[in-house]
């Protein structure tokens, strides 16, 4: 069975960092693209980063260029994300999103190419 479990969300302070690790079952993380996506009330879900399958390489939005950093645990089964110097623009609900039914090369930062998702993890940024 495929899940994909969020954790490591929480409140911290502008200018903080939080690590966010996404615990995958049912399929091997290194052989599919992975992305993480926020939501922030009241907008869209928008890509963050993405890792490709295979090693294939990674993709970051212009907002996270430079503050965040995705990596997948080789041969096991989580992905985290490394977020600094949080800003309140970062705020939102994360999610992690795996693309297995129709993966492409290199991942993309588009909501609909993701078919299986976790439940997500609260980031709150405050002073």
């Known amino acids: 069975q495929v899940q994909l479990v969020e954790s490591g969300g929480g409140l911290v302070q502008p200018g903080g960092s939080l690590t966010l690790t996404c615990t995958v079952s049912?399929?091997?993380?290194?052989?599919?693209?992975i992305a993480w996506f926020r939501q922030a009330p009241w907008k869209e879900r928008e890509g963050i980063s993405c890792?490709?399958?295979?090693?294939?390489?990674?993709v970051y939005a212009d907002s996270v260029k430079g503050r965040f950093a995705m990596s997948k645990d080789d041969g096991g089964n989580t992905v985290k994300l490394q977020m600094n110097n949080l800003q309140s623009d970062d705020a939102g609900i994360y999610y992690c999103?795996?693309?297995?039914?129709?993966?492409?090369?290199?991942?993309?930062?588009?909501?609909?190419?993701?078919?299986?998702w976790g439940q997500g993890t609260q980031v709150t940024v405050s002073s």
């Open positions: 999103a795996a693309e297995l039914l129709t993966p492409v090369p290199r991942c993309l930062l588009t909501t609909s190419r993701y078919d299986e």
């Open positions: 049912g399929f091997n993380p290194s052989e599919y693209n």
């Open positions: 890792l490709s399958q295979l090693n294939r390489g990674s």
